[in-house]
C-alpha cells in the first residue's frame, strides 16, 4: 500500500507541468500573489487595464501562502501548481480521517479515497494553480476536528472555527460548507443543553466569526462595503443553477443507490452527522456555486470529494447491515466496480496522452527558445501559456488579450507600459495582433514551434471533448516572438 501511495505522488509531480499548459487561472492567481509578495497589494499586475485596483473577492491565505512559495523558491508553474497538489493529497487523508471517525471501515474508507484519487474532476482541480483545493482541505479538516470536539473540551471546536474561517478566506465558493458544521453545533445543543456544548458551539462561531471580521476590516472597511464590493463580481461569481453535468453521474447515481438502499434496510445509519454534512455539502454546491458554460466544470470539486465520502459510508453501513445479501452484494460490487472501471479508465487515458504529448506539453524547448531573444528586464505581453517562461527569462509580463479594447490596449503596452517583446500564437490574421502591428510595429525575432499529434494522440483528444472532459487535454506551446521596430513612446 505504501509504495502504490508512493507511486501515486510521483505520478502526480512527474506530470505537474505537463497535465495541462499554463492557462488563465494559473497566471491570474500567480501575479496576485506575486503582486503581494513584492509589494503587499492585492493587484492584478498582468492587466492593469481589466481590473486596476485591489482583488479581494477570494480572501488572503492562498496568496500569502503562494507569496511564501515565491519568495523562498521563485515565480514558475511547478511552484504555482504545488500548493493545490499537496492540498489535494491533504484532501485524501482528511477524508480517510474523516470516515474512520464516523465508524467506516478501514477497507471502505480506503476505497473511497481510491476512487476519489483517481477522479478525473479532483485529478483536474489538483493539477491547477487555484485556490480550491486549499479552501476544501481547510473546511474538511474544520469538520474533522468538529467530529473529534464532540464530548471534549471546547479548544477542539475553536479549532475548527479556526479552520472553518481559513477555508472561507481561501475562497469563499464553498463557504455554504461552514453552515452545516454550525447546524451540528446546533443540535448537539438541542440533543443535551447543558454548559459543555453551548461553549463548544460559541467557540466555533466565535473564533469563526472573528477571524472573517478581521479581514472584511481590513480589506473593505466594514459589511456595506464588502457588500458592495461582492454585488459587482454577482453576475461571474455565484448562482448555481442545480445543473448536474454528465460527468458528475459516475459517482452521485452511487451515491443516491447507496443511500436510498440504506432507508430501506437500515435508516437509522442515515442520522449521522458525516451524512448530514456531504448531503448538505452537495445540496449547497447546486444551490450557490455557479459551475456552467466558461466555468467548465470545475467548481465541482467542492462537491466531488463530498459524494466519494458518502460512497464509503454506503459501502460500509450496507455490508453491516445485510452481509449476506446477494443482491446488496451487487450493488456493492457494482459500485466499487463501475467507479474503477470510469475514474481508472479516463486517467489511464489521460496519462496516455500526456505521455505522447509529452514534446508539446513539456516547457522546456519553449523556455531557450524565450531565453535566447528575450534579455532579462524587457517587458513582455503575451498569451496565458508564456506567462511563467517570460517571468522564467527574468522578463516581466502582462495579458495580450484581457483589458480594455484591443486598440486601447495595443496603445497602453506601446505607451505607458513600454512593451519590449509580444509572444503570442495568434495567427496574422488575428485583429488583436495587427492592432499591435499598428502600435509597436512588430518584427518576428523567434518562432516556437513543438511536434505534432499522432493519430492515437488526436483520436483521445476527441474522445475527450466529446465527453466533456477535454479542457485540459490538449495543446502545445506553439508560437512566435515579436519584437517592437518602433521606439518606445515617453
Known amino acids: 500500500m505504501i509504495v502504490l501511495g508512493l507511486a501515486y505522488v510521483a505520478a502526480h509531480l512527474a506530470t505537474l507541468t505537463i497535465s495541462r ?4 487561472d494559473d497566471t491570474f492567481f500567480a501575479s496576485i500573489a506575486d503582486s503581494v509578495r513584492r509589494t503587499g497589494r492585492f493587484n492584478l499586475e498582468v492587466a492593469p487595464l481589466w481590473i486596476g485596483g485591489p482583488i479581494y473577492l477570494y480572501g488572503p491565505v492562498y496568496f500569502l501562502t503562494l507569496a511564501g512559495v515565491y519568495e523562498l523558491f521563485g ?17 485524501l487523508v482528511v477524508g480517510y480521517l474523516i470516515q474512520r471517525r464516523a465508524r467506516v471501515r478501514a477497507a471502505a474508507a480506503t476505497t473511497a479515497c481510491a476512487l476519489l484519487a483517481f477522479d478525473p474532476t479532483f485529478h483536474q482541480s489538483i493539477h491547477s494553480g ?116 454528465a460527468i458528475h453521474l459516475p459517482v452521485l447515481l452511487p451515491v443516491v443507490a447507496l443511500l436510498g438502499s440504506l432507508l430501506v434496510v437500515r435508516p437509522r445509519a442515515l442520522r449521522q452527522e458525516l451524512v448530514f454534512f456531504c448531503l448538505a455539502g452537495i445540496l449547497g454546491f447546486y444551490a450557490f456555486v455557479k459551475d456552467k458554460g466558461s466555468f467548465s466544470g470545475l467548481y465541482a470539486f467542492f462537491m466531488t470529494p463530498l459524494a466519494y465520502l458518502l460512497v464509503g459510508y454506503g459501502l460500509c453501513r450496507l455490508a453491516e447491515a445485510m452481509p449476506a445479501s446477494r443482491p446488496v452484494r451487487g450493488l456493492r460490487y457494482g459500485v466499487v466496480g463501475m467507479l474503477v472501471a470510469f475514474n481508472l479508465g479516463i486517467f489511464t487515458a489521460r496519462s496516455l496522452l500526456e505521455f505522447l504529448q509529452r514534446d508539446s506539453r513539456a516547457p522546456t524547448a519553449a523556455a531557450q527558445v524565450i531565453a535566447r531573444h528575450v534579455p532579462p528586464g524587457a517587458r513582455v505581453v503575451g498569451d496565458d501559456k508564456f506567462y511563467f517562461l517570460a517571468r522564467q527569462a527574468g522578463a516581466d509580463f502582462q495579458y495580450l488579450q484581457r483589458g480594455g479594447t484591443e486598440e486601447e490596449r495595443a496603445r497602453y503596452h506601446a505607451g505607458p507600459y513600454g512593451a519590449d517583446f509580444v509572444i503570442s500564437a495568434e495567427p496574422d490574421t488575428s485583429t488583436v495582433l495587427q492592432a ?30 466529446w465527453a466533456g472532459i477535454g479542457t485540459s487535454l490538449g495543446g502545445s506551446y506553439d508560437g512566435r516572438i515579436f519584437a517592437r521596430r518602433e521606439a518606445r513612446r515617453p
Open 75 to 91: 515565480v514558475g508553474l511547478v511552484q504555482t501548481r504545488l500548493p493545490a497538489l499537496l492540498c489535494g493529497f491533504g484532501i
Open 130 to 245: 487555484r485556490t480550491d483545493s486549499m479552501a476544501l482541505f481547510l473546511l474538511l479538516a474544520s469538520f474533522l476536528l468538529l467530529q473529534v470536539s464532540a464530548g471534549r473540551s471546547a479548544w477542539w471546536s475553536a479549532a475548527s472555527g479556526f479552520l472553518a474561517a481559513l477555508g472561507v478566506l481561501t475562497t469563499p465558493r464553498p463557504g455554504y460548507l461552514a453552515i452545516p458544521m454550525g447546524l451540528i453545533l446546533l443540535w448537539r445543543w438541542v440533543l443535551r443543553p447543558d454548559r459543555e456544548r453551548a461553549l463548544q458551539a460559541i467557540a466555533w462561531g466565535g473564533v469563526s466569526l472573528a477571524c472573517l471580521a478581521l479581514w472584511v476590516a481590513w480589506a473593505f472597511g466594514g459589511i456595506p462595503a464588502m457588500l458592495a464590493y461582492f454585488a459587482s463580481f454577482s453576475e461571474t461569481y455565484a448562482g448555481g443553477g442545480g445543473g448536474v453535468r
Open 21 to 24: 499548459l499554463p492557462w488563465f
Open 436 to 465: 499591435y502591428q499598428r502600435e509597436m510595429g512588430l518584427v518576428p525575432v523567434g518562432t516556437i514551434s513543438t511536434s505534432t499529434d499522432g493519430t492515437m494522440a488526436r483520436m483521445i483528444s476527441d474522445v475527450a471533448r
